[in-house]
């Protein structure tokens, strides 16, 4: 099922349930403060007939108006209310079933049909209450009236057309609620699906797709912008490998093609194998061999991360300890070598990073010119020591610095191996940088020249 489907008919069943839900309890509440409201009614205008009726006595003549009794009599009637009025001996003044007992039960039987057509329980009761004047008791009533409560055709009509609304109401909430839900799915998968048509594509090898998606959620937006890197990602990577290919073809065509032939022509006779020339042979032999030294030192660089022999060390010690090897290369090429910083601690291991160092002094001292001069600083912070060599050459093409440690690159494609080297010596400063935890950067000096930069943590 596809994934706006079901994003889809979830927003619809939640929609359906809290409709549902609210329907119910809507319902349920309504009914009962309607019935609470009806049974309150009741007892407000039971209570308000009381009070009319004991106005209508006068305590001046000792006499009840009896025609005012009568009329409050038959109106409390005809809202269903049966009363009977009696003076303060308890003698009847009026009652409402001696005066029209037709009436009486007809309203009984009309106000219990309709409470029980409208599934409500009860009966006709009767209340007793005192008729007071100035605080005197001047006679008493019963009035009878269907409890628990009851309602007219108007209150139940009223109440019918709530418990209509109310689904109605629903039903509107549910088809918004689902259009809703359809459309913000439709947001949601948009990106996802475009996602998984890039990354199938990625998988197939087209590296130059991307998407242009937009969202407002963030997670869709990293996700989209993730899916690019990737795609771009694997492109530089494809490029790179396909750059290593040929350069490792490339190292290692030139000293086979040249042992062939010399070999070729002593054995066809052309050439005597004199000293000489077997010596080109052995040296040819020895440039194969450094080319697989160098990938076996990177090997283990990449994955030593679980077997370095970490120790405190000063990196300050350790730079002035490598520098010293390169004191004949500084004099042949008349290179000034600087060393400054502090003394920084960092759990290392030595040979890697004396190892690692070597390489970028090596870098610094082919590239530079003679009679120029190489830094190398070593300074700390609070969680790592930073360790940077520095030349004054010619510095590194702005388009090839994100390439720089990777595998055989060369960021001068002219250079001969003579002066290039495999390229596979900053690609080993990069992972003994990673298998500490730390990082390598290079960077061109502003006014020429070229920065590496070996971070590397202190715990």
Not at 100 to 114: K, P
Not at 307 to 326: I, M
Not at 430 to 452: D, I, K, L, W, Y
């Amino acid at each position: 099922m596809r994934l706006r489907t079901q994003l889809s008919l979830a927003f619809a069943l939640v929609a359906l349930l809290t409709a549902a839900a609210g329907a119910f309890f809507s319902h349920t509440l309504i009914d009962r403060q309607f019935k609470t409201y009806l049974a309150n009614q009741q007892d407000a205008q039971a209570l308000n007939i009381v009070d009319n009726l004991s106005l209508q006595y006068s305590g001046l003549t000792d006499a009840w108006n009896l025609e005012a009794v009568h009329t409050l009599g038959m109106l409390s009637l005809s809202n269903g209310y049966i009363i009977k009025v009696y003076d303060r001996e308890g003698a009847p003044v009026w009652d409402a079933e001696n005066h029209d007992m037709a009436q009486c039960r007809l309203l009984m039987a009309d106000i219990s049909l309709r409470m029980e057509e409208h599934g409500t329980g009860g009966d006709f009761t009767a209340h007793e209450f005192a008729l007071r004047q100035n605080g005197q008791q001047v006679g008493a009533v019963s009035i009878s009236y269907f409890g628990p409560f009851f309602g007219s055709e108007n209150d139940f009509g009223f109440i019918r057309s709530l418990y209509i609304l109310l689904p109605a109401v629903g039903l509107a909430s549910l088809l918004l609620a689902a259009a809703a839900g359809f459309a913000l799915a439709r947001r949601i998968s948009l990106p996802v699906t475009e996602s998984a048509q890039i990354a199938r594509q990625i998988a197939a090898g087209n590296y130059g797709i991307t998407s242009a998606g937009e969202s407002s959620a963030s997670e869709l937006r990293n996700l989209v912008a993730s899916v690019n890197h990737l795609a771009q990602a694997l492109a530089r990577q494809e490029k790179l490998r396909r750059r290593l290919t040929a350069d490792v073809a490339h190292e290692l065509r030139t000293p086979l093609a040249t042992l062939s032939a010399h070999l070729e022509a002593m054995i066809e006779g052309v050439w005597e194998p004199t000293a000489e020339r077997l010596a080109g042979c052995h040296e040819e032999i020895l440039r194969l061999g450094k080319i697989v030294a160098d990938l076996e030192k990177l090997e283990r660089a990449d994955n030593d991360d679980l077997n370095l022999d970490r120790s405190p060390a000063d990196l300050l010690a350790l730079a002035r300890g490598v520098c010293g090897n390169f004191a004949g290369e500084l004099a042949q090429k008349n290179l000034r070598l600087e060393i400054e910083g502090e003394a920084v601690t960092v759990p290392v291991d030595r040979d890697r990073i004396r190892g690692a160092l070597g390489n970028l002094l090596s870098n610094a001292v082919k590239y530079t010119p003679a009679g120029g001069r190489i830094r190398v600083t070593v300074r700390g912070t609070a969680a790592a020591g930073v360790l940077t060599v520095e030349d004054d050459g010619a510095g590194i093409a702005e388009d090839e610095l994100p390439f720089i440690f990777e595998r055989f690159y060369r960021a001068d494609r002219s250079r001969h191996r003579g002066s290039g080297g495999t390229g596979l010596g900053l690609a080993i400063v990069r992972s003994v940088a990673a298998a500490h935890g730390g990082t390598a950067e290079a960077q061109n000096v502003p006014g020429g020249g070229a920065c590496f930069t070996v971070t590397l943590p202190k715990d």
